[in-house]
């Protein structure tokens, strides 16, 4: 396991990287110069860069508007998420009457993917009234089980003998949440927000169907209902696709570890 | 005796209440959802009347009549079937990225990089790296000389889908990489060692150690492949809205266009009901193949 | 000790510089957003013209309006003062002397105060051109 060359590796994983980063480097390069828009053949190098089509997104269209949109909504999930999915995960730390029917709930609801439930679940946002609203576009995804299952494995892993102590020592419910349980867990709350704001971030579908307003519309809708006006004939476009895809890769790149741990632990459940 | 009994119920009672909002949650967007779409298939459904029962009118619209539905269908079958495409390229980038190469959590990160980022911005740079002039993908084909012009990729109606295939690939294999990664990380290095006394050769340790440790991640990629087929929405809806004729339509676009477009909730209610159906049959097929708990995924993308 | 691994800490570092870089660029928009827009006029013998006239014309991404119209001085000198464009042709005429060409111009924010650095030059009048 230790004798084989390294170069021919270095090649190989060379050019994945090579044909991952492609897509990236193509839409940064043609948001600073326009060419290859309606020239051929396309250049490599960038000639006569200039930032002035990034000038074009923020004036042309309401950018600011629909990020502050995004982060509105992404906060409101995130913070439901952490405070629901805790509550939830420890309840199902307890024993108690009916906790398995609970959990067998829960697993079947995992069956349930979102994009199956869009329908009624427009309708049912519609007799709240809460089209075209933060609330509305926050509210299916405040909680979800993939989350609750992470805090409960780490609630579980708590010693009984810890919050035995701490309720000898009077401390209530609420206390040994706040005070022992989600001390001991930061990863889960970790795991939690990365997770919650990547999916609310990107998330398209839902705000596609029930945003109707101009602007109400998150960063995702903004991008494609830009895309089908210009259409691909001013660099603005993709200068657009750069600076949506910023804050995504900036935050990836900070908190990788937690991403990455994040995700393998939600997708083997539990 | 009755302080006792008061307090399991108030410990009860705050137990339940701790619950109740992810549970209203998930009653209120995925349990009623789900009954009301199967109450909507059976139903004459608009805004302005009230809804009459239509049995299984619409049904028999769908599997008789309606030609895109077949075609949907099949489309999500061939998205299926292109998983192990991806499963095998990350399977082999996961294995040279598990070696002791230096910078290999850069190739990580590269790698990776392309999963968390809006999918909405992706449709859009692949979109126009297919496009048939200014492409960049037809100008490496032409100036390697492998075609004379350029190719009109997502307009075409037999190289629509295989594009937003290789589209969609390029975006996934990051996933499958990172959990391919984490099930070669849990393989013991001694039974590797073992092996090479034994004088086994490295392909052979391959095939008789490393694949069979990493049946679990393998299943659990094809799971996440399945359901990415259920859901893969914005790529198609960015790329071709459903492309040439629905040659790109997945069902989970063909329902939203025929809801959300044409309005027609109460069939493309009867098309999730089916839609729902066949992805529960298969999520636990892939389950059973798997024996076990292979692990039920939530995407929320 | 906590507040410097508070500090140090690569996300606070990351936001923060971010913060402050907004911050440091919304100061410099504001200093210099008057709309100020100054140049020069020179014929087709390098010689400042005077009383010429220098016309502003937004560009949006449909058609090319005129906004605002100035002369120059003695020296050839223009001013605008208080548009807020950010993307505009410049074109400038008199009568006998000859023209100049719409000139296109792009800035970085919406009324960024400008001097050209070359001068507006005009050629000698071709017989035809619309003029505004």
Not at chain 1, 104 to 125: E, H, K, N, R
Not at chain 2, 165 to 181: E, K, P, T
Not at chain 3, 30 to 45: F, T
Not at chain 3, 96 to 102: D, K, S, Y
Request: aromatic letters at 14%; charged letters at 15%; proline letters at 5%.
């Amino acid at each position: 396991m230790h004798r084989y060359p390294h170069w021919p590796i270095h090649l190989i994983l060379g050019t994945v990287s090579i044909l991952m980063l492609i897509p990236f480097v193509w839409v940064l390069k043609t948001s600073l110069t326009g060419e290859n828009i309606f020239s051929y053949p396309p250049a490599i190098l960038p000639q006569n860069p200039h930032l002035y089509y990034y000038v074009d997104v923020w004036y042309t269209i309401p950018f600011f508007r629909y990020l502050v949109n995004s982060v509105i909504v992404s906060a409101m999930v995130v913070a439901a998420n952490i405070v629901f999915n805790a509550m939830a995960g420890y309840a199902l730390s307890r024993e108690f009457l009916g906790k398995r029917t609970i959990i067998m709930l829960f697993l079947s609801c995992m069956m349930i993917p979102f994009q199956v439930t869009i329908i009624p679940a427009y309708l049912i946002t519609k007799q709240l009234g809460l089209l075209n609203s933060h609330l509305g576009m926050a509210l299916p995804v405040c909680s979800t089980i993939v989350c609750i299952f992470v805090f409960k494995a780490s609630f579980d892993a708590v010693p009984s003998s810890l919050v035995d102590a701490a309720r000898i020592d009077g401390l209530s419910d609420w206390g040994i949440i706040l005070k022992i349980m989600l001390p001991l867990s930061t990863s889960a709350v970790a795991t939690n927000v990365i997770l919650a704001f990547i999916w609310s971030w990107n998330n398209f579908l839902w705000p596609l169907i029930i945003i109707r307003d101009q602007d109400m519309q998150t960063l995702p809708l903004g991008l494609s209902r830009f895309l089908t006006v210009v259409e691909g004939t001013t660099g603005a476009l993709y200068a657009f696709c750069v600076m949506v895809l910023l804050p995504g890769l900036v935050i990836f790149l900070l908190a990788q570890k937690e991403f990455i741990a994040g995700l393998t632990k939600g997708a083997a459940k539990g | 005796m009755q302080i006792i009994k008061r307090r399991k119920t108030r410990e009860l009672f705050l137990l339940w209440l701790l619950l109740t909002p992810s549970l209203a949650i998930f009653t209120l967007y995925r349990i009623i959802p789900l009954f009301w779409n199967g109450i909507l298939s059976f139903q004459f459904w608009s805004p302005y009347k009230p809804a009459e029962f239509a049995k299984l009118y619409h049904y028999q619209e769908m599997f008789f009549y309606d030609d895109a539905f077949w075609r949907v269908f099949w489309n999500t079958v061939l998205f299926m079937a292109s998983a192990p495409v991806g499963i095998a390229l990350a399977l082999g980038i996961a294995v040279l990225v598990n070696t002791q190469v230096r910078g290999r959590n850069v190739y990580r990160t590269i790698v990776f990089m392309s999963y968390p980022v809006m999918t909405v911005a992706v449709g859009i740079i692949w979109q126009w790296l297919y496009n048939e002039k200014v492409g960049l993908i037809n100008y490496i084909l032409i100036s390697l000389g492998v075609i004379g012009r350029g190719i009109p990729f997502l307009q075409s109606f037999e190289l629509a889908l295989p594009s937003v295939i290789v589209a969609s690939i390029w975006q996934v294999i990051g996933f499958y990489m990172i959990i391919l990664l984490a099930g070669l990380q849990t393989i013991p290095s001694e039974l590797y060692e073992s092996a090479a006394i034994d004088g086994a050769s490295q392909w052979m340790q391959f095939r008789r150690i490393t694949l069979p440790l990493l049946r679990p991640s393998v299943f659990l990629c094809f799971v996440i492949g399945i359901i990415n087929s259920f859901t893969n929405f914005d790529l198609i809806f960015v790329m071709t809205q459903g492309g040439p004729a629905h040659a790109t339509d997945l069902l989970i676009t063909y329902i939203y266009s025929t809801a959300f477009k044409l309005s027609k909730f109460d069939y493309a209610a009867a098309l999730t009901v089916v839609n729902f159906l066949f992805f529960l049959a298969l999520a636990l097929l892939a389950n059973k193949a798997s024996g076990g708990e292979a692990g039920a995924v939530e995407i929320g993308k | 000790m906590p507040l410097w691994s508070f500090l140090a800490n690569r996300y606070t570092i990351t936001f923060g510089g971010i913060a402050f870089l907004a911050a440091a660029w919304n100061l410099y928009v504001v200093l210099n957003d008057d709309g100020i827009l100054a140049g020069r006029v020179v014929g087709p013998d390098n010689r400042p013209v005077p009383s010429a006239i220098v016309v502003l014309a937004e560009k949006t991404l449909l058609v090319t309006s005129p906004r605002a119209r100035a002369t120059t001085d003695a020296e050839g000198r223009f001013r605008f003062s208080g548009h807020t464009l950010y993307h505009f042709y410049l074109e400038a005429y008199k009568e006998g002397v000859g023209r100049m060409q719409a000139k296109e111009f792009r800035l970085y924010f919406k009324g960024q105060n400008m001097t050209l650095r070359g001068p507006l030059r005009l050629q000698e009048s071709k017989p035809a051109g619309v003029m505004p």
